[in-house]
């Protein structure tokens, strides 16, 4: 199960070499769970059904780079004017009380970058508290990621529970509890699918940056080419 967010720069496929049918997907602004008891979109539903009817092993909560979500928990008064945006951001209210406490320090671009990590971490506990996860988690077979995208790079960032930080995914086989592997090397996938030359053109488009020679060289090394 791969919860994320709404952003269509994320396409969970790409970024696990998932073949059709191995993912079952939810997404929504911010890539929020709603804790137990609270009114939700469908979102317990889904998990609900991907858990207990499907028996999926891994579950994945991946947020990311420049996420309009947490910039309006940041920045609230980017919400003046939407109401139910506003109120759906209240099951982050802890990410947002965190943020306070601990990293009061941080402002811009830094705090932000704290709020996409801190957030993963609350919509995991948010996640612990549905009764069908925490039925399957006693039983010990269900296993929970967080890991954050970061678009530019394309890399990707777990939490490592031991460290308690995130750190860089190497582009490399992710071994799941399930046994399968799915591979992080973004850039080079999408690469591979549509010719280098394309690849450089949308990689400008949508980032917004000089896709230049260095880039290049680096995804033709790749092995995958």
Same mark, same amino acid.
């Given at each position: 199960?791969?919860?994320?967010?709404?952003?269509?720069?994320?396409?969970?496929?790409?970024?696990?070499?998932?073949?059709?049918?191995?993912?079952?997907?939810?997404?929504?602004?911010?890539?929020?769970?709603?804790?137990?008891?609270?009114?939700?979109?469908?979102?317990?539903?889904?998990?609900?059904?991907?858990?207990?009817?499907?028996?999926?092993?891994?579950?994945?909560?991946?947020?990311?780079?420049?996420?309009?979500?947490?910039?309006? =928990? *940041? @920045?609230?008064?980017? +919400?003046?004017? &939407? !109401?139910?945006?506003? $109120?759906?951001?209240?099951?982050?209210?802890?990410?947002?009380?965190?943020?306070?406490?601990?990293?009061?320090?941080?402002?811009?671009?830094?705090?932000?970058?704290?709020?996409?990590?801190?957030?993963? =971490? *609350? @919509?995991?506990?948010? +996640?612990?508290? &549905? !009764?069908?996860?925490? $039925?399957?988690?006693?039983?010990?077979?269900?296993?929970?990621?967080?890991?954050?995208?970061?678009?530019?790079?394309?890399?990707?960032?777990?939490?490592?529970?031991?460290?308690?930080?995130?750190?860089? =995914?190497?582009?490399?086989?992710?071994?799941?509890?399930?046994?399968?592997?799915?591979?992080?090397?973004?850039?080079?996938?999408?690469?591979?699918?549509?010719?280098?030359?394309?690849?450089?053109?949308?990689?400008?488009?949508?980032?917004?940056?000089?896709?230049?020679?260095?880039?290049?060289?680096?995804?033709?090394?790749?092995?995958?080419?």
């Amino acid at each position: 199960l791969f919860i994320t967010c709404s952003d269509s720069r994320i396409d969970p496929g790409l970024l696990t070499n998932a073949p059709p049918g191995d993912l079952f997907i939810l997404h929504n602004a911010g890539n929020i769970v709603p804790p137990c008891g609270s009114i939700s979109g469908g979102e317990e539903a889904t998990i609900e059904f991907a858990v207990t009817s499907l028996g999926v092993q891994d579950v994945i909560i991946c947020g990311h780079s420049h996420c309009g979500a947490m910039r309006g =928990l *940041v @920045q609230p008064e980017l +919400l003046a004017s &939407l !109401p139910v945006t506003s $109120a759906w951001l209240t099951h982050a209210d802890e990410t947002r009380r965190i943020l306070r406490d601990a990293y009061n320090h941080l402002e811009g671009e830094s705090l932000l970058n704290a709020a996409i990590e801190v957030n993963v =971490l *609350v @919509q995991l506990d948010n +996640l612990r508290t &549905l !009764p069908s996860v925490r $039925a399957r988690m006693a039983q010990g077979n269900l296993f929970l990621h967080g890991w954050v995208y970061v678009f530019e790079t394309g890399e990707v960032f777990a939490y490592d529970v031991e460290t308690r930080q995130f750190a860089k =995914l190497a582009e490399r086989q992710y071994a799941f509890s399930s046994g399968g592997s799915y591979i992080g090397a973004v850039k080079s996938k999408v690469a591979t699918h549509v010719g280098l030359p394309t690849f450089l053109a949308l990689f400008e488009h949508v980032y917004g940056l000089p896709a230049d020679n260095a880039l290049a060289e680096t995804i033709s090394s790749v092995e995958a080419w």
